[in-house]
């Protein structure tokens, strides 16, 4: 089991900035593939940014250039940084993690509301 606890996530006014942060506790977190996913309302779950354990990333074209996902494997920590917030950019967002070789992302954390304001 790997367990994942999000934070960070509030209510922001467009153009403003948030960092998300994603705690693991499992034993073997430099090993995994982790991450960020959002959910709107109505909307279906869209997979944000990903980091691998080399640190090779992907962003999502809707944020592309706004948001940095990084890593900090001596605190077993993910974050996403949020620049230049978007009122479409509202929803939970999501921490995940998988091995290597696994196509499912299979642990999960809560979940983290953002809300952005125009």
């Known amino acids: 089991q790997v367990p994942l606890v999000e934070s960070g996530g509030g209510l922001v006014q467009a153009g403003g900035s948030l960092r998300l942060s994603c705690v693991a506790s499992?034993?073997?977190?430099?090993?995994?593939?982790l991450g960020w996913h959002r959910q709107a309302p109505g909307k279906e779950r869209e997979l944000v940014a990903r980091?691998?354990?080399?640190?090779?990333?992907y962003y999502a074209d809707s944020v592309k250039g706004r948001f940095t996902i990084s890593r900090d494997n001596a605190k077993n920590t993910v974050y996403l940084q949020m620049n230049s917030l978007k009122p479409e950019d509202t929803a939970v967002y999501y921490c995940?993690?998988?091995?290597?070789?696994?196509?499912?992302?299979?642990?999960w954390g809560q979940g983290t509301q953002v809300a952005v304001s125009s």
């Open positions: 499992g034993r073997a977190f430099s090993m995994y593939h």
């Open positions: 980091i691998g354990p080399g640190g090779i990333t």
């Open positions: 995940a993690a998988r091995r290597s070789g696994q196509l499912r992302y299979d642990y």
